[in-house]
Protein backbone atom coordinates (compact mmCIF):
# COMPACT_ATOMS: atom_id res chain seq x y z
CA UNK A 1 0.00 0.00 0.00
CA UNK A 2 2.95 2.27 1.68
CA UNK A 3 4.63 2.41 -2.55
CA UNK A 4 1.18 3.14 -4.23
CA UNK A 5 0.53 6.06 -1.93
CA UNK A 6 4.13 7.12 -2.59
CA UNK A 7 3.41 7.85 -6.35
CA UNK A 8 1.34 11.22 -7.46
CA UNK A 9 -0.58 9.83 -9.94
CA UNK A 10 -2.49 7.76 -6.88
CA UNK A 11 -3.30 11.20 -5.10
CA UNK A 12 -4.57 12.51 -8.49
CA UNK A 13 -6.97 9.86 -8.69
CA UNK A 14 -8.92 10.48 -5.86
CA UNK A 15 -8.02 14.13 -5.33
CA UNK A 16 -11.61 15.51 -6.88
CA UNK A 17 -13.43 12.64 -3.93
CA UNK A 18 -10.72 13.73 -1.89
CA UNK A 19 -12.08 17.15 -1.42
CA UNK A 20 -15.22 16.03 -1.53
CA UNK A 21 -15.67 13.35 0.72
CA UNK A 22 -12.57 13.87 3.14
CA UNK A 23 -11.62 17.27 3.61
CA UNK A 24 -14.40 18.37 6.13
CA UNK A 25 -13.48 15.73 8.24
CA UNK A 26 -9.22 16.25 8.10
CA UNK A 27 -10.14 20.00 8.88
CA UNK A 28 -10.60 18.79 12.29
CA UNK A 29 -7.10 17.55 13.14
CA UNK A 30 -5.92 20.54 11.23
CA UNK A 31 -7.85 22.74 13.72
CA UNK A 32 -6.67 20.40 16.44
CA UNK A 33 -2.93 20.53 15.82
CA UNK A 34 -3.06 24.41 15.21
CA UNK A 35 -4.34 24.62 18.81
CA UNK A 36 -1.62 25.25 20.33
CA UNK A 37 0.17 27.86 18.07
CA UNK A 38 -0.17 31.39 18.27
CA UNK A 39 -0.26 32.42 14.70
CA UNK A 40 1.20 35.64 14.13
CA UNK A 41 -0.77 38.00 11.32
CA UNK A 42 2.56 39.03 9.51
CA UNK A 43 3.99 35.12 9.42
CA UNK A 44 4.40 33.00 6.41
CA UNK A 45 3.72 29.82 6.32
CA UNK A 46 4.55 26.57 4.37
CA UNK A 47 2.10 23.76 4.05
CA UNK A 48 3.68 20.15 2.69
CA UNK A 49 1.87 17.88 1.21
CA UNK A 50 -1.34 19.64 0.93
CA UNK A 51 -4.06 18.22 -0.74
CA UNK A 52 -6.65 20.13 -1.71
CA UNK A 53 -5.75 22.94 0.71
CA UNK A 54 -7.33 21.28 4.23
CA UNK A 55 -4.85 23.25 6.55
CA UNK A 56 -3.98 26.54 3.93
CA UNK A 57 -7.48 27.36 3.92
CA UNK A 58 -7.69 27.59 7.26
CA UNK A 59 -4.67 29.03 7.94
CA UNK A 60 -4.79 31.56 5.58
CA UNK A 61 -7.26 33.49 7.83
CA UNK A 62 -4.68 34.11 10.52
CA UNK A 63 -1.46 34.73 8.75
CA UNK A 64 -0.03 36.31 5.73
CA UNK A 65 0.86 34.12 3.31
CA UNK A 66 0.31 30.50 2.85
CA UNK A 67 2.95 28.55 0.26
CA UNK A 68 0.87 25.63 -0.32
CA UNK A 69 3.19 22.14 -2.00
CA UNK A 70 2.00 18.91 -2.76
CA UNK A 71 3.19 16.80 -5.39
CA UNK A 72 -0.15 15.68 -7.34
CA UNK A 73 -1.37 18.57 -9.72
CA UNK A 74 -4.81 17.56 -9.40
CA UNK A 75 -4.78 18.26 -5.92
CA UNK A 76 -3.03 21.46 -6.76
CA UNK A 77 -5.92 22.06 -9.50
CA UNK A 78 -8.12 21.30 -6.66
CA UNK A 79 -6.73 23.98 -4.58
CA UNK A 80 -6.86 26.65 -7.15
CA UNK A 81 -10.32 26.09 -7.81
CA UNK A 82 -11.11 26.09 -3.96
CA UNK A 83 -8.86 29.41 -4.14
CA UNK A 84 -11.05 31.21 -6.44
CA UNK A 85 -13.81 29.74 -5.08
CA UNK A 86 -13.82 31.53 -1.75
CA UNK A 87 -11.67 34.32 -3.05
CA UNK A 88 -8.39 34.21 -1.40
CA UNK A 89 -5.57 36.07 -2.19
CA UNK A 90 -2.88 35.07 0.20
CA UNK A 91 -2.28 31.20 -0.86
CA UNK A 92 0.51 30.36 -3.24
CA UNK A 93 -0.22 26.64 -4.40
CA UNK A 94 3.05 24.73 -6.44
CA UNK A 95 3.07 21.48 -7.75
CA UNK A 96 6.81 20.32 -5.76
CA UNK A 97 7.83 16.96 -3.56
CA UNK A 98 7.84 17.24 -0.12
CA UNK A 99 11.25 15.99 -0.46
CA UNK A 100 12.75 18.65 -2.33
CA UNK A 101 11.52 22.06 -1.08
CA UNK A 102 11.64 24.91 -3.88
CA UNK A 103 12.54 27.49 -0.94
CA UNK A 104 15.73 29.40 0.31
CA UNK A 105 16.21 28.40 3.80
CA UNK A 106 15.33 30.16 6.66
CA UNK A 107 11.94 31.23 5.40
CA UNK A 108 9.28 30.37 6.92
CA UNK A 109 7.64 31.24 10.71
CA UNK A 110 5.43 27.57 10.79
CA UNK A 111 5.70 24.61 8.46
CA UNK A 112 2.59 22.67 8.61
CA UNK A 113 2.26 18.59 7.21
CA UNK A 114 -0.80 17.45 8.12
CA UNK A 115 -0.97 13.17 7.21
CA UNK A 116 1.46 13.83 4.59
CA UNK A 117 5.11 12.88 5.53
CA UNK A 118 3.95 9.47 6.50
CA UNK A 119 3.72 8.65 3.09
CA UNK A 120 6.93 9.92 1.70
CA UNK A 121 9.40 7.01 0.91
CA UNK A 122 12.49 9.28 2.40
CA UNK A 123 10.71 10.79 5.61
CA UNK A 124 14.07 11.88 6.96
CA UNK A 125 15.09 13.58 4.22
CA UNK A 126 11.12 15.40 4.23
CA UNK A 127 12.01 16.48 7.34
CA UNK A 128 15.27 17.63 6.67
CA UNK A 129 14.00 20.43 4.00
CA UNK A 130 11.23 21.46 6.66
CA UNK A 131 14.02 22.40 9.15
CA UNK A 132 16.10 23.63 6.08
CA UNK A 133 13.36 26.52 5.02
CA UNK A 134 12.25 27.05 8.53
CA UNK A 135 13.60 30.17 10.44
CA UNK A 136 15.46 29.64 13.59
CA UNK A 137 13.51 28.92 16.53
CA UNK A 138 10.18 28.34 14.59
CA UNK A 139 7.61 25.60 15.25
CA UNK A 140 6.79 22.42 13.05
CA UNK A 141 3.09 20.82 12.92
CA UNK A 142 3.07 17.12 11.40
CA UNK A 143 0.54 14.17 11.89
CA UNK A 144 -0.21 10.68 11.26
CA UNK A 145 -2.15 8.01 12.36
CA UNK A 146 -2.15 5.91 15.21
CA UNK A 147 -2.41 1.80 15.31
CA UNK A 148 -6.30 0.73 14.05
CA UNK A 149 -6.33 -0.33 17.07
CA UNK A 150 -7.25 3.05 18.55
CA UNK A 151 -9.33 3.25 15.72
CA UNK A 152 -12.77 1.92 14.86
CA UNK A 153 -12.72 3.52 11.54
CA UNK A 154 -9.11 2.28 10.17
CA UNK A 155 -10.69 -1.10 11.88
CA UNK A 156 -13.94 -1.05 9.73
CA UNK A 157 -11.53 -0.12 6.99
CA UNK A 158 -9.40 -2.59 6.67
CA UNK A 159 -12.38 -5.36 7.59
CA UNK A 160 -14.17 -4.00 4.36
CA UNK A 161 -11.13 -4.08 2.35
CA UNK A 162 -10.11 -7.22 3.24
CA UNK A 163 -13.15 -8.71 0.97
CA UNK A 164 -10.60 -7.35 -1.91
CA UNK A 165 -7.83 -9.88 -1.18
CA UNK A 166 -5.20 -7.64 -2.29
CA UNK A 167 -1.87 -6.54 0.15
CA UNK A 168 -2.06 -3.22 -1.44
CA UNK A 169 -5.22 -2.50 -0.64
CA UNK A 170 -5.19 -4.23 2.85
CA UNK A 171 -2.17 -4.62 4.19
CA UNK A 172 -0.40 -3.30 7.31
CA UNK A 173 -0.02 -0.77 9.35
CA UNK A 174 0.69 3.12 8.22
CA UNK A 175 4.49 4.32 8.69
CA UNK A 176 4.88 6.16 11.90
CA UNK A 177 2.01 4.97 14.06
CA UNK A 178 4.53 4.72 16.84
CA UNK A 179 5.24 7.82 18.61
CA UNK A 180 8.90 5.99 19.01
CA UNK A 181 9.86 6.03 15.47
CA UNK A 182 8.25 9.71 15.33
CA UNK A 183 10.34 10.88 17.94
CA UNK A 184 13.57 9.34 16.95
CA UNK A 185 13.12 10.79 13.40
CA UNK A 186 12.53 14.22 14.49
CA UNK A 187 15.76 14.12 17.17
CA UNK A 188 18.14 12.89 14.13
CA UNK A 189 17.13 16.23 12.09
CA UNK A 190 17.95 18.07 15.37
CA UNK A 191 14.52 19.44 16.12
CA UNK A 192 14.00 20.04 19.74
CA UNK A 193 11.18 20.14 22.39
CA UNK A 194 9.67 17.40 20.22
CA UNK A 195 6.07 16.91 21.54
CA UNK A 196 3.32 13.94 20.97
CA UNK A 197 -0.56 14.30 21.51
CA UNK A 198 -2.79 12.24 20.92
CA UNK A 199 -6.29 13.74 19.29
CA UNK A 200 -9.14 11.63 18.34
CA UNK A 201 -12.62 12.61 15.92
CA UNK A 202 -15.61 10.84 14.97
CA UNK A 203 -18.06 10.74 12.68
CA UNK A 204 -21.70 9.51 12.10
CA UNK A 205 -21.63 6.64 9.46
CA UNK A 206 -24.85 7.44 7.62
CA UNK A 207 -26.72 5.83 5.22
CA UNK A 208 -24.63 2.93 4.72
CA UNK A 209 -24.37 2.87 0.88
CA UNK A 210 -23.04 6.33 0.86
CA UNK A 211 -20.96 5.81 3.38
CA UNK A 212 -19.17 2.65 1.18
CA UNK A 213 -19.60 4.73 -2.24
CA UNK A 214 -17.47 7.82 -0.58
CA UNK A 215 -14.76 5.44 0.65
CA UNK A 216 -14.61 3.98 -2.69
CA UNK A 217 -14.02 6.67 -4.83
CA UNK A 218 -11.79 9.02 -1.91
CA UNK A 219 -9.49 5.83 -0.86
CA UNK A 220 -6.08 5.62 -3.66
CA UNK A 221 -5.80 1.80 -2.71
CA UNK A 222 -9.26 0.97 -3.72
CA UNK A 223 -9.76 3.07 -6.54
CA UNK A 224 -6.34 1.34 -7.99
CA UNK A 225 -7.81 -1.95 -6.83
CA UNK A 226 -10.98 -1.34 -9.13
CA UNK A 227 -8.85 -0.46 -11.95
CA UNK A 228 -7.05 -3.65 -11.83
CA UNK A 229 -9.97 -6.21 -11.23
CA UNK A 230 -13.32 -7.10 -14.36
CA UNK A 231 -16.64 -5.51 -13.41
CA UNK A 232 -17.42 -9.23 -12.06
CA UNK A 233 -14.81 -9.63 -9.58
CA UNK A 234 -15.34 -6.30 -8.56
CA UNK A 235 -18.99 -6.32 -7.90
CA UNK A 236 -18.74 -9.68 -6.14
CA UNK A 237 -16.02 -8.03 -3.69
CA UNK A 238 -18.15 -5.22 -3.21
CA UNK A 239 -21.33 -6.71 -2.41
CA UNK A 240 -19.44 -8.90 0.18
CA UNK A 241 -17.67 -5.54 1.70
CA UNK A 242 -21.47 -4.15 2.08
CA UNK A 243 -22.60 -7.12 3.64
CA UNK A 244 -20.67 -7.23 5.96
CA UNK A 245 -21.16 -3.34 6.54
CA UNK A 246 -24.53 -3.95 6.76
CA UNK A 247 -24.54 -6.43 9.59
CA UNK A 248 -21.82 -4.17 11.25
CA UNK A 249 -23.10 -0.45 11.01
CA UNK A 250 -26.27 1.37 11.32
CA UNK A 251 -26.89 4.66 10.15
CA UNK A 252 -26.78 6.24 13.77
CA UNK A 253 -23.36 4.22 14.54
CA UNK A 254 -20.44 6.70 15.01
CA UNK A 255 -16.87 5.83 13.91
CA UNK A 256 -13.77 7.59 15.17
CA UNK A 257 -10.01 7.51 14.38
CA UNK A 258 -6.98 8.55 16.35
CA UNK A 259 -4.05 10.89 15.14
CA UNK A 260 -0.22 11.39 16.37
CA UNK A 261 -0.11 15.78 16.37
CA UNK A 262 3.76 16.47 16.53
CA UNK A 263 5.05 20.03 17.37
CA UNK A 264 8.40 20.76 17.40
CA UNK A 265 10.87 23.31 17.14
CA UNK A 266 14.13 24.16 14.96
CA UNK A 267 16.99 25.15 16.91
C1 LIG B 1 -3.82 12.21 3.14
S1 LIG B 1 -3.47 13.51 2.02
C2 LIG B 1 -3.36 14.88 3.16
C3 LIG B 1 -3.75 16.18 2.52
C4 LIG B 1 -3.92 17.34 3.48
N1 LIG B 1 -2.65 17.69 4.11
C5 LIG B 1 -4.98 17.04 4.52
O1 LIG B 1 -4.67 17.09 5.73
O2 LIG B 1 -6.12 16.78 4.14
C6 LIG B 1 -1.76 13.24 1.62
C7 LIG B 1 -1.22 14.22 0.61
O3 LIG B 1 0.20 14.06 0.57
C8 LIG B 1 0.63 14.30 -0.74
N2 LIG B 1 1.98 13.74 -0.86
C9 LIG B 1 2.37 12.46 -0.62
N3 LIG B 1 3.69 12.33 -0.83
C10 LIG B 1 4.16 13.56 -1.19
C11 LIG B 1 5.45 14.06 -1.53
N4 LIG B 1 6.54 13.28 -1.55
N5 LIG B 1 5.57 15.38 -1.82
C12 LIG B 1 4.47 16.19 -1.81
N6 LIG B 1 3.23 15.76 -1.53
C13 LIG B 1 3.07 14.46 -1.21
C14 LIG B 1 -0.46 13.62 -1.58
O4 LIG B 1 -0.46 14.05 -2.92
C15 LIG B 1 -1.72 14.01 -0.82
O5 LIG B 1 -2.25 15.22 -1.33
Redesign the pocket.
Known sequence: MMEL??Q?S???AV?ID?DRV??QF??E??RSALKSISLQANWRVL?????????SLYLSEFVDQVDA????PK?IQVLKRNIKAEHIDNIFPME????DLPFDESRFDLVV?????M???ERLQ?LREIYRVLKPGAPVVL?SWALAEKSSFMQTLGAAFAFFHDEEATGGAFPWSETADIKSDLDQVGFNSVQIEEVYHEFEVGPIDRFWANIVKGSAPLVDRKQRMTPEEWGGCENRALEYLKSHLHEESVLGTTAWIITAHRD
Open positions: LSAAWDAYNRMLFSDVACGPGTTVDFSMANGQSMFGLFFPGS
